[in-house]
């Protein structure tokens, strides 16, 4: 019981300050002036310390300030972990969601039914970009990531990975001809990537030794579904991850190319987030729900990742 007296007299304290007044809290409280002035007197009788000045205009003394300034923190402590245990028994809230445009068309909104059936309160807040968003600066919840993690102080779930493959159409074939080994590349129109880390080389494997070859073409994009798409058009030759091209492939639409030169290189897929014991449930719960329903390799077991961890 004392402690629930506690609590309730830290409320009221900090009410009287943000009302400025003993007759202004108790109005919003439905209490006499006098039991509010009552509810500070016992609580400096319990310190055994003057916390305020009740001349015409109500003062805080130095010890005052300090109690109030513990108040607020430990009632918002208090609200914050109540919202916690809450969000475990029902994962609340919104729930901002931030992907590129080709995996969030192609892989994760089709996933998205179901979970927003799975839990009706949380809100979606979805954001297809091939912009970077900086989740730790808190301008998403949930970033999905491609390639290695830079050192940061996110937490990483792999929900998989992806396959380069090098591919073209038949039509393309049948006017420009097929490439037998790497170096053919130079008499092709190459279509690759325009961001900055992209360099202009493909990566091969020739007599056991990687062999980086430049490419070069007329268009550049910024995400694989484009690139392969003109592929199918006949524009070119290109290289993206295998869940772009895959449906094209098995059409017959484009062709894999220069298989015995893949160096098999992979490109991992990671969820990253803000972790830690106050990871709000609506976070978790997404992470998981991405993990059981991936339809790409990994299994997301834990693994350090310079300054990131898998969960």
């Known amino acids: 019981m004392a402690g629930m007296e506690v609590i309730g007299d ?11 007044s003993f007759s202004a809290a108790g109005r919003r409280l439905g209490l006499a002036p006098s039991s509010i002035a009552r509810i500070v007197d016992r609580v400096e009788a319990r310190l055994g310390v003057r916390l305020l000045r009740t001349t015409r205009l109500l003062t805080f003394t ?10 607020r923190r430990i009632l918002a402590d208090l609200r914050e972990t109540e919202q ?3 969000d475990r028994s029902s994962p609340r809230g919104r729930l901002r969601v931030t992907t590129s445009i080709q995996y969030g068309r192609l892989s994760l909104v089709p996933l998205l039914g179901e979970f927003i059936r799975r839990y009706p309160d949380i809100m979606l807040d979805v954001n297809l970009t091939d912009t970077v968003v900086d989740i ?19 937490t990483a779930r792999k929900l998989g990975e992806t396959r380069k493959v090098i591919v073209a159409s038949p ?10 080994v790497p170096e053919d590349l130079h008499d092709h129109d190459c279509l690759g990537f325009n961001f900055k880390r992209a ?3 493909w990566p091969f494997r020739k007599d056991g030794r990687d062999y980086p070859l430049t490419i070069k073409g007329s268009v550049e994009a910024n995400n694989g579904e484009t690139l392969g798409q003109l592929a199918v058009e006949g524009v070119g030759i290109t290289r993206v991850g295998t869940e772009t091209v895959e449906q094209a492939i098995q059409s017959g639409q484009l062709v894999s190319l220069l298989e015995d030169f893949n160096p098999g290189e992979v490109e991992e897929i990671h ?14 719960c997404f992470i998981d729900y991405l993990v059981e329903n991936s339809r790409l390799l990994g299994t997301g077991r834990p693994v350090r990742l310079g300054r990131y961890s898998t969960a």
């Open 10 to 20: 830290l409320e009221v304290f900090t009410l009287v300050a943000e009302a400025g």
């Open 62 to 71: 130095a010890e005052g300030m300090a109690y109030l300034s513990a108040a």
């Open 84 to 86: 916690m245990i809450s």
């Open 136 to 154: 730790a600066a808190g301008q998403a919840d949930v970033g999905i990531r491609f390639g290695p993690l830079p050192d940061g102080p996110l």
């Open 171 to 180: 039509e393309y074939l049948a006017r420009r001809g097929t490439p037998e």
């Open 199 to 201: 360099a202009p080389t």
């Open 271 to 284: 969820a990253v987030f803000v972790g830690g014991a106050h990871t709000p449930a609506r976070v978790r």
